[in-house]
């Protein structure tokens, strides 16, 4: 057996490069930190609006700038040393939480009213929207330099766990910490973790731009980075599968009218709610490192997500806690599979010196399906009603495989 072959088979592989555990432990310390900010602003906003439709314009706030700059965003990756621009990506986003803390603060909100907490929560997630039009890309691109092709499925399932895992953690944790710490507690934590990210993640070495033509003119270079993804169609038949499934099956949104007026938990069951997908996927994630699809990907894919939109229907109808905490958790199972086989193959197939570029409108595509579908949700919520909508968008997400089917048989017919 050659060394290749035993690379490709040993599940610790990636793991086994230290510059690759110092990426993943500072990625879990920030999306971690990440996660529980979400999950804060989305129960913070709701405590001060009691509207859902206001959760849902939290997902707008992020996205607009996010997509506004993804395709320039992946030019400056491409031309840039990755790392220096990831590590101010994440002192941006310290700087937010920090002025986030302050308005939290029983100081801050005696002296100022609640619209003006509110304006000023939306102001600084916008921002948070548009570091993360870099900072995301660049973990992807990092790991495409970082990490030996013959092991780069294993290390993708890997970044797929460490985020999956800190995802869980993150939402749980914010739970517990609301209710014990309150808001500005929380914060205080998440200032500590995105610090200690920032720590491991100076540790990796400098990764300077694979691009050589550094010269060619903005437009063009974006130009080359989206006709790249569009005459590939596996990478583009996954991403647009992904981006209208998310799109209408976004209920995690909704998760905390479900929890205060619907299942009538606390912060705490708020907490595991908003964890349960995470945490079925963390779990699919390990059985997808120990045992690798094999085989029949893009068939595969379709199946899963068909199963993802009944799982949100579920969910939609529950009315018992431990219902609707199966039918998240059985969501994030299904979801890991779709996006390992999607991870996969964007990687596998983008050159070295299209990263960014390419990576960009991969995360145009996952952005715009999770903060528009968070918006989609809170806006179907408020003209439909929140069970309803739940359930409309989960029969879409069935609708949108089905066309696929029929309308797309090359990714069906997909393998790697």
């Known amino acids: 057996m050659s060394e290749a072959t035993t690379l490709r088979i040993d599940p610790l592989a990636a793991v086994k490069i230290p510059e690759y555990r110092n990426l993943m432990t500072g990625r879990f310390c920030f999306i971690m930190a990440l996660r529980m900010l979400g999950t804060l602003v989305g129960w913070w906003m709701y405590e001060l609006t009691n509207d859902p439709l206001a959760i849902g314009l939290i997902g707008l ?3 607009i700038p996010a997509l506004t700059l993804a ?7 491409d031309i840039s040393e990755k790392r220096k621009l990831l590590l101010r990506g994440v002192v941006a986003y310290l700087l937010c939480s920090v002025i986030l803390f302050i308005i939290s603060t029983n100081y801050f909100n005696s002296h100022t009213g609640k619209s003006f907490v509110i304006a000023g929560i939306y102001t600084v997630i916008f921002f948070t929207g548009i570091i993360r039009a870099f900072t995301g890309p660049s973990f992807n691109a990092i790991i495409g330099q970082m990490i030996p092709k013959q092991i780069l499925p294993n290390a993708i399932t890997w970044n797929q766990g460490t985020w999956l895992t800190a995802s869980v953690v993150g939402h749980a944790s914010a739970g517990f910490c609301i209710a014990i710490i309150k808001n500005t507690g929380t914060l205080v934590v998440i200032i500590i973790l995105i610090s200690i990210g920032f720590f491991m993640l100076a540790k990796i070495h400098a990764k300077p731009a694979a691009n050589t033509n550094i010269n060619k003119r903005t437009w063009e270079s974006v130009r080359e980075g989206l006709h790249f993804v569009f005459k590939t169609k596996e990478i583009l038949g996954a991403l647009s599968l992904d981006l209208f499934a998310v799109l209408f099956g976004g209920a995690v949104a909704l998760v905390p009218v479900y929890a205060r007026d619907i299942l009538h938990v606390g912060p705490i069951g708020f907490g595991w709610l908003n964890a349960a997908a995470d945490l079925g996927s963390i779990i699919m994630v390990i059985m997808l490192t120990l045992f690798p699809l094999k085989g029949k990907q893009g068939q595969t894919l379709l199946i899963v997500v068909a199963l993802f939109g009944l799982s949100i229907i579920l969910f939609g109808i529950s009315k018992v806690f431990w219902i609707s905490f199966a039918a998240l958790l059985l969501s994030g199972l299904l979801d ?11 990687q596998m197939k983008t050159p070295d010196e299209m990263r960014g570029r390419v990576m960009s409108v991969n995360s145009m595509f996952i952005n715009s399906s999770n903060e528009l579908g968070q918006f989609e949700s809170g806006l179907a919520a408020r003209l439909m009603g929140v069970v309803p909508s739940v359930i409309f968008g989960g029969t879409m997400t069935l ?14 017919k997909m393998e790697y």
């Open 336 to 346: 890991a599979i779709s996006v390992v086989i999607r991870g996969t193959i964007v």
């Open 399 to 412: 609708l949108v495989v089905a066309i696929t089917w029929f309308k797309a048989p090359s990714l069906k």
């Open 71 to 77: 395709l320039y965003a992946g030019h400056v990756i």
């Open 61 to 63: 706030a992020e996205v």
